[in-house]
């Protein structure tokens, strides 16, 4: 059995859209704002990977319990820096 790689993008913005629960506008707006970078084909078509799912889920969290985009933008990277230096990187 092959091992799944989390940070390859397969999903196109419909699907991605569908899979999380929402409008395919809201994965552009969170693109947009930086929030998440979907890998892009030559042709520029965006496929979402396995971990651009589970950000997209996080970022559905983190709206539930209240916070803005720019909130939810400095969460996420610090939730990044605190897996990097945990992992040992600096």
Do not use: C
């Not at 506008?25 to 947009?32: D, F, H, P, T």
């Not at 970078?37 to 396995?50: D, F, K, N, V």
């Not at 539930?64 to 610090?78: C, E, K, Q, S, T």
């Amino acid at each position: 059995m092959t091992d799944v790689d989390s940070n390859r993008g397969v999903y196109g913005i419909t699907v991605a859209a569908d899979l999380v629960g929402m409008g395919a506008q809201n994965l552009r707006l969170y693109e947009a704002r930086g929030l998440l970078e979907p890998h892009r084909t030559p042709g520029g078509t965006r496929r979402y990977s396995s971990d651009d799912l589970d950000r997209l889920r996080r970022i559905s969290d983190l709206l539930i319990d209240g916070l803005n985009l720019a909130g939810i933008a400095m969460v996420l990277r610090l939730e990044t820096e605190n897996a990097r230096l945990r992992a040992g990187k600096e």
